[in-house]
């Protein structure tokens, strides 16, 4: 079965570069279609998109953090990774990868999410 | 930029029906879905391209669209159908959006 995980810091300071990483299991990075994106979610808020890779790595980002966003893959660790730069304590938040599959515009399966705090 | 608008919050009591509705420009773009997301939870698809329902759901949990909006119903509401909901679209530009997110409360 699909499966993704994110794992990461819990603490970042500002000024500092975010890496998180989504490790997932149950299907290939590199079909054609297939994504998995990213999606921050802080406190009380909602859900905001951030990036999405393809399987032909194609790579799309959120207009507005497009500048501070990175989505890169490691196809033989089934991993696929985020920095976010210039972090922020307004960027505290949940991070959340997730899969859409081939022909869809739905996210199907969610990782449990990896909360990120931004303070000095 | 694309905006989904979603009333901030819904209150029903059990048994009775929760309309959640979704509105905005994109809304009319084809395949709009709906996610569950019940506190310290990941997301969950309730609805996918407007109306169908993924396996596991119940039939209780229902999507309609017309023009630019939508509309998520949850028939004979129970306590573990609180939870906060979003609707997602792809918007004309291929970003992806979601709604600000209604908390149902079921009194």
């Known amino acids: ?120 | 930029s694309s905006v989904l608008t979603q009333p901030p919050a819904v209150s029903v009591a059990p048994g009775q029906t929760a309309s959640i509705s979704c509105g905005g420009d994109d809304v009319g773009r084809p395949s709009l879905h709906w996610y569950q997301q019940k506190p310290g939870q990941a997301p969950v698809l309730v609805v996918y391209d407007d109306s169908v329902r993924p396996s596991g759901i119940p039939e209780r949990f229902s999507g309609f669209k017309s023009g630019n909006t939508a509309t998520l119903t949850i028939s004979r509401v129970e306590a573990g159908d609180e939870a906060d909901y979003y609707c997602q679209v792809w918007n004309s530009n291929s970003n992806i959006i979601f709604g600000g997110g209604t908390k149902l409360t079921v009194l």
């Not at chain 1, 998180?20 to 999606?39: D, E, H, P, Q, R």
């Not at chain 1, 966003?69 to 938040?93: F, N």
């Open chain 1, 1 to 120: 079965q699909i499966t993704l995980k994110e794992s990461g810091p819990t603490l970042v300071k500002p000024t500092e570069t975010l890496t998180v990483t989504c490790t997932v299991s149950g299907f290939s990075l590199t079909t054609g279609g297939v994504a998995v994106a990213w999606i921050r979610q802080p406190p009380g808020k909602a859900l905001e998109w951030l990036a999405l890779i393809f399987g032909n790595d194609d790579q799309r980002y959120s207009p507005s953090l497009r500048s501070r966003l990175a989505i890169t893959r490691d196809t033989s660790k089934k991993q696929v990774v985020l920095t976010m730069t210039d972090m922020e304590p307004a960027d505290t938040a949940t991070f959340f990868c997730a899969h859409k599959d081939s022909g869809m515009t739905d996210f199907d399966y969610w990782g449990q999410g990896t909360l990120v705090t931004v303070s000095s």
